[in-house]
């Protein structure tokens, strides 16, 4: 029998707290009723965020735990850990728990205090992480053994078990599984493609890993130079490093969001042996249908992450996300957001990764419950075709506009596969298409023409 446990806190929850912890909650319950997973489960728990975990008991079902309770008025920490077995008793509880959900204070996924100068986790053993991988690292294990403490070992690790977590957990949901495709760049490198194509709920998913060294090429050394980077190579030349995870989710059913993330490191090494790096990447949702519900749980779990670093992070983020993924020939976003940032160089390198880091964490809770929720949700013709619709427009920004895929083609021997993986299965476009007034369709299109504040 599963056991289940939960961290309940006290009763000065803020309104917005409750509604995202009760919105978790009826996720749980539906889940526990239906006998199906929250997430994709191992042997061992894993940190989604500092103070966080998924908790595992063998083949049980796993529920975040958060490690900052709420204090009483005269300063003790109250705290109480509910133990439940089996599905029946955890939909009990968990009903009787949104019920009375006045009672919960706010759970914190992370301390708020940045973290001090030079102080990192404990990340383990390279050669005991590596075993959890979908594939062993494009650098050889010796050599990140040999490197452990650098920052491109420790990034190439972290976009490596992002993968593996994510694959994990959607082929939990799925039932099929994800091929695993090594491929290798003759000019330096290499990367994982993990794709998934006509599951059960995921016409497609692709979870890719890239990490690749060279040379810049002219045209994307002009790429570099247009975003404000000074760059002075040695003979016309700009030894690079390049490396992240990105991904693309094309769920079956319309009522399920298209989610894409990428989180990525660049370095170069100028003609005086000096290196410039920065950190870039996000997260945001692409529903067919707006649901409030589901773009509030999705915003505010980035945005908990992102208050732990800065409390400027989420706003400027979630507007340069709205900026960046706008298709300005239709005059609309992509899709309703969530955080965006690029050429991250500061405060620290140090702070920059352990941001990244809480980032990249946050990919499994953003997204899992809101598939579980609509997991069974019936469709029409209708929807299907709108959409069909929508995914057009998600193909046209893509070719169009996205830096990545521009960079990815601009570099010799990248590989066109996996750059294009974004796109989707299938997509569709109608001449002249808009939806009649006052439909769900022409909500959506009101969203995506006037981006909005979720949290």
């Known amino acids: ?22 919105s978790h909650l ?95 986790e404990q990340e383990g053993d390279i050669l005991e992480r590596c075993k959890g991988f979908m594939s062993p690292p494009v650098t050889d294990i010796d050599v990140l053994r040999q490197s452990k403490g650098e920052m491109r070992t420790r990034m190439e690790m972290l976009i490596m078990e992002t993968q593996a977590e994510f694959c994990r957990a959607l082929e939990k949901v799925d039932g099929a599984s994800f091929k695993v495709d090594r491929w290798q760049r003759k000019e330096g490198g290499g990367g994982i493609s993990c794709v998934m194509q006509d599951g059960k709920v995921f016409e497609k998913a692709g979870v890719n890993v890239s990490v690749v060294h060279g040379y810049l090429t002219e045209e994307a050394a002009k790429q570099m130079k247009s975003r404000g980077k000074v760059l002075k190579g040695k003979d016309g030349k700009l030894p690079f490093t390049a490396m992240g995870v990105s991904s693309v989710i094309h769920p079956k059913n319309p009522h399920i969001p298209t989610v894409h993330f990428n989180y990525r490191y660049f370095e170069i090494e100028e003609e005086d042996g000096s290196k410039q790096w920065w950190f870039g990447g996000g997260t945001d949702l692409t529903p067919v249908y707006i649901n409030k519900e589901d773009a509030f749980v999705f915003h505010n779990t980035l945005k908990e ?151």
Request: charge should be positive; glycine fraction near 6%; hydrophobic fraction near 35%.
């Open 305 to 455: 992450a992102c208050d732990k670093h800065h409390s400027q992070y989420y706003p400027d983020f979630k507007k340069w996300c709205d900026k960046y993924f706008y298709i300005r020939h239709r005059g609309e976003t992509r899709g309703i957001g969530g955080i965006f940032f690029d050429d991250m160089d500061a405060p620290s390198q140090e702070e920059a990764f352990s941001f990244v880091k809480s980032c990249a964490r946050t990919v499994v809770p953003c997204y899992l419950p809101i598939v579980y929720k609509h997991l069974k949700d019936s469709f029409s013709e209708e929807e299907k075709g709108w959409q069909q619709v929508r995914r057009g427009r998600y193909v046209e920004f893509n070719l169009v506009y996205d830096r990545g895929v521009k960079f990815g083609l601009a570099t010799p021997g990248s590989r066109v596969e996996s750059i294009l993986m974004s796109l989707p299965l299938t997509a569709r476009w109608e001449y002249m298409h808009e939806p009649a007034e006052g439909t769900q369709e022409a909500e959506m299109l009101e969203v995506l023409r006037n981006p909005k504040e979720w949290v």
């Open 26 to 120: 009826r996720v749980f319950t539906r889940a526990a009723e239906s006998h199906l997973p929250l997430s994709s489960t191992h042997s061992r728990s894993l940190a989604l965020l500092p103070g966080t975990r998924w908790f595992s008991r063998g083949t049980s079902v796993r529920f975040l735990s958060h490690g900052t309770a709420g204090r009483s008025a005269n300063g003790r920490t109250r705290r109480y850990i509910l133990a439940l077995s089996g599905a029946a008793a955890v939909a009990a509880a968990v009903a009787g728990l949104v019920a009375n959900a006045s009672h919960f204070q706010r759970a914190e996924m992370a301390q708020k205090a940045p973290r001090a100068t030079g102080e990192t």
């Open 1 to 22: 029998m599963s056991t289940i446990m939960f961290c309940l806190v006290n009763k000065t929850a803020p309104t917005t707290a409750r509604r995202c912890l009760i």
